[in-house]
Structure formats: C-alpha cells, structure tokens
C-alpha cells in the first residue's frame, strides 16, 4: 500500500493507494501538478497518466474513495453528492478506477474551489 498527499494552499489531504494498475501508474507520474474542478461535491483534476478501465471499475463509490476518470485521465474523489447523484450516494459521471481511499475526513475536499492549484506527490 502507498501513500499520497494532496496539496493546495488551504490545505492538504492524504490518501491511501491499493495496489492496482491504475495506481501504479499514478505512483510512476509523481510529483506532478494540476489545477483543480469541481462537480458538485466532487473535486477532480487531470494528470499525466493513462490507463484503461479496470475489471472492478464502478459509478458509485463511497466518499473520500480516489478514483481515476479514465477518459478524463483525472483524479477524481467524490466526498457527497454530484449531479448525477441518485439519494445521497457518491456517483461519479461514468465508471471509473477505484485506487485507494482517502485518510481522515472527505470534507477537507470542500475547502477547494475550480481553478486552485493541486500538487501531489508521494507521501
């Protein structure tokens, strides 16, 4: 299992990866910058990864899962609902990877508005 941080100028998150893929690939891009979206409550972000949708890819996850949008070739963590949400479930735009989880409290993620300034980087 790895570990990332998730930096902007209001804070930062820390994630736990699970060993996927997508993940690894993820973990080969380090250190690496972005500017950061939001969709509802949903913050996400591209970089310069590739991957393909894995066999355990899902729409609906939990909050605070790390997930990559594969056509968006983003990071994408959900921490409530989007506009595709059906009740109060997470649901993502499509199907996408599910790479780890993130540590503490999703909500952290509400502090980031569209356009601020993510790193990210082993941690």
Do not use: K
Request: glycine share 8%; hydrophobic share 40%.
């Amino acid at each position: 299992m790895s570990r990332v941080r998730i930096r902007w100028s209001g804070g930062e998150v820390l994630a736990r990866l699970d060993d996927t893929p997508t993940s690894r690939r993820l973990l080969e891009a380090l250190p690496c910058s972005s500017e950061a979206r939001t969709w509802g409550e949903e913050v996400y972000f591209e970089l310069p990864v590739e991957a393909e949708l894995e066999a355990d890819a899902r729409q609906v996850v939990e909050p605070g899962t790390v997930c990559f949008w594969v056509e968006g070739r983003s990071l994408a963590i959900p921490f409530g609902r989007t506009p595709a949400s059906r009740g109060d479930e997470c649901r993502l735009v499509t199907a996408v990877n599910v790479l780890g989880q993130l540590e503490g409290d999703p909500r952290a993620l509400a502090a980031i508005r569209d356009g601020d300034h993510l790193d990210v980087e082993s941690a």
